[in-house]
């Protein structure tokens, strides 16, 4: 067990050094960006254990399995949902209900954006939102810039409302035990003013000055959204699964349901409903095709990550430095949640936000002791959550979802460089954060 194992470093080297130099090495392989993450994060896990901050058994105890089951039970759902077409026609419908304005398109896509984040994930949300976007921009001739800018807000925007939205709130969720209610009750009401205030922002930045011509919109409202569904059946199928997966979280508590259960057992039945028909070498090949859509460098990347993560923990500095950061808030709960915040803004604008918030969840787990008791620490795990998922907006490389459209962006031929990014990025992702701060100095302290 993890509780008695004790780290054997030879030449008797401390094990709070050793892990904390792996931990900061991993953390700068992937900054970088040389090597996939998903590697970097595997041999990080397996270095730990080479030294002895880790045997094999605490390693395995250190993962999170029931996040990991959470995501790549989600990760099948939409594998299967997609094919059908739903998304893409929610894309092209959304524009028609405005009549092709551009202004109008532009805050349409914004709210599709962020209500398929919040019930999907935003990284999955933009791989489906963006080519609808691209071709709907060059149909009416307007410059795509404004619209991918402001889906990359809006995924990580609801993103962060609910457990499931984004991987920083499945790695809180799963290791504090705070639910779907949990995330809807206390961290989608500020989500929800946050995404008025920053539509408002990207209208009088870009909206109001955006025209096309009307022959551009009669080609716009001329697409044929229904024939985006490629799969009626599937559709249907796979509208009913998720409808009940969302239900199942609403009401895991009363059910005594575990997220991961959850999603595994709603990407088990639709993949049974999805291949009903098939028999065979055929059907072998839809699961297969349905596992192949699985990011599962993303699953091995949280795996290599929890094992790394857990080395610093059991070595102690995690506990040393919560008791630190006790200290410097005077023992005042709301300037920790202050410093939980800003900090967590900050340094997800600039790195990765999982490993931040992955190791930044022990961390806080360790000042429970000194505010008396894990119940009264819980406003901090919602300042984790807005800082850490809303400060992926600051900068390019912040969150997963902008990196993957910049890259759909490059191979598109559209310019969306880091610099042009920063200039609109950071005063936005700031008023965003004060928003979070006034909400949570209201709410909570």
């Known amino acids: 067990m993890t509780e008695t194992f004790t780290p054997h470093i030879p030449f008797g080297l401390d094990p709070m050094w050793v892990s904390l130099v792996v ?50 039970g989600l ?30 398109v532009l805050l ?19 791989l489906l939102i ?59 009401p500020v989500t929800v003013a946050i995404m008025a205030v920053q539509a408002a922002m990207v209208h009088l930045i870009w909206g109001r000055g955006l025209r096309a011509s009307p022959e551009s919109r009669v080609l716009v409202m001329g697409m044929n959204a229904p024939g985006l569904i490629n799969d009626w059946v599937l559709l249907r199928r796979s509208a009913v699964v998720m409808i009940a997966v969302l239900i199942a979280f609403v009401f895991a508590a009363p059910l005594h349901l575990q997220p991961a259960t959850i999603a595994l057992a709603g990407a088990a039945v ?42 610093v923990e059991v070595s102690g500095v995690l ?56 119940r009264e620490i819980e406003p901090l795990w919602w300042c984790l959550s807005l800082g850490a998922c809303l400060g992926g907006n600051g900068t390019l490389t912040g969150a997963s979802a902008n990196l993957t459209i910049a890259g759909i962006a490059e191979r598109n031929g559209i310019r969306f460089g880091f610099v042009q990014y920063l200039v609109y990025g950071v005063p936005m992702t700031l008023v965003s954060i004060v928003i979070c701060q006034l909400y949570l100095w209201l709410r909570y302290f």
């Open 270 to 311: 639709l993949m049974l409903l999805d291949n009903w028909k098939h028999r065979g070498v055929k059907q072998a090949d839809n699961v297969r095709s349905t596992f192949a859509e699985v990011d599962w460098a993303t699953i091995f990347f949280f795996i290599g990550l929890f094992v790394v993560v857990h080395a």
């Open 108 to 126: 349409m896509l914004q709210v599709a954006t962020g209500l398929l984040s919040a019930v999907l994930n935003n990284v999955s949300t933009v």
């Open 130 to 188: 963006v080519p609808v976007t691209l071709a709907i921009a060059e149909e009416l001739e307007v410059p795509p810039f404004p619209f991918l800018f402001a889906e990359v807000f809006a995924s990580n925007i609801g993103g962060t409302a609910t457990l499931i939205g984004d991987p920083p709130n499945i790695l809180i969720g799963t290791a504090t035990g705070l639910d779907f209610n949990d995330f809807l009750i206390n961290v989608a």
């Open 319 to 374: 506990r040393i430095a919560a008791a630190k950061l006790v200290m410097l808030t005077g023992g005042r709960i709301a300037v920790a949640g202050a410093i939980v915040l800003w900090a967590s803004a900050f340094f997800s604008a600039v790195f990765d936000n999982i490993p931040f918030v992955a190791t930044m969840i022990p961390l806080i787990k360790g000042m429970a002791g000194a505010y008396g008791g894990p």
């Open 75 to 104: 990760m099948v759902l939409i594998a299967i949902a997609r094919r059908s077409g739903l998304f893409q026609y929610l894309a092209v419908w959304s524009a028609q209900r405005v009549k092709a304005n551009p202004a109008g």
């Open 23 to 72: 931990l900061a090495v991993t953390y700068g392989f992937i900054v970088a960006g040389r090597f996939n993450r998903a590697v970097v994060a595997l041999i990080g896990a397996v270095v730990v254990i080479i030294v002895g901050a880790l045997d094999q058994p605490a390693a395995l105890s250190g993962i999170d399995w029931d996040t990991i089951g959470l995501i790549t």
